[in-house]
């Protein structure tokens, strides 16, 4: 399980080459994301949508899409709860699971991608590098822009920016 050290360069991505370990801030919720390819290439994305700006209180949200076969969720204590967001873009309700002990997100359900989850990647010590970004055409004006990232106008794997 990570330190309290909340530096992300403190951890070489060698230590997560069978996986990646992570939990919510009390500790209730632990997932593991058993995948030895998460450090191998650009992995995940990040989402300027309304919804997941509020779920993750930023600007932005880093989310990775990834087989739910490849994902273990341990709730020590009972505390990972339900939000049916029925207000997406898209239309299509999508189930947000969160702990409901310190309020961390944990990852979100869809119909829209069959057999996956969608986690949270505040909960890990590290990070993989964005493949790409959706919802661009939501990005604040003095945001930056990531070097090798595909940006999406709206939905993932739709029209580019």
């Known amino acids: 399980m990570a330190t309290l050290n909340g530096d992300p360069n403190a951890y070489d991505v060698t230590q997560f080459a069978k ?3 992570g939990t919510c801030l009390c500790g209730s919720v632990k997932v593991t994301i058993h ?3 998460l450090f191998t290439k650009r992995r995940g994305h990040i989402c300027h949508c309304a919804n997941c700006r509020k779920v993750s209180g930023s600007f932005a949200a880093s989310n ?5 076969a490849k994902v273990e969720i341990e709730d020590q204590r009972g505390t990972l709860t339900k939000f049916v967001d029925n207000q997406t873009g898209s239309g ?3 189930d947000r699971y969160f ?10 359900v869809t119909p829209l991608y069959l057999g996956k989850v969608v986690l949270k990647m505040g909960l890990f010590p590290r990070i993989p590098a964005p493949e790409f970004e959706t919802f661009a055409l939501h990005r604040h004006e003095w945001q930056g822009l990531h070097r090798n990232v595909e940006l999406y106008k709206i939905k993932a794997f739709g029209e580019k920016l």
């Open 35 to 37: 995948d030895c390819g």
């Open 99 to 108: 702990c409901s002990r310190c309020g961390n997100p944990i990852k979100s």
């Open 64 to 68: 990775l899409i990834i087989e739910e």
């Open 19 to 21: 996986g990646l370990v």
């Open 92 to 94: 299509t309700p999508l």
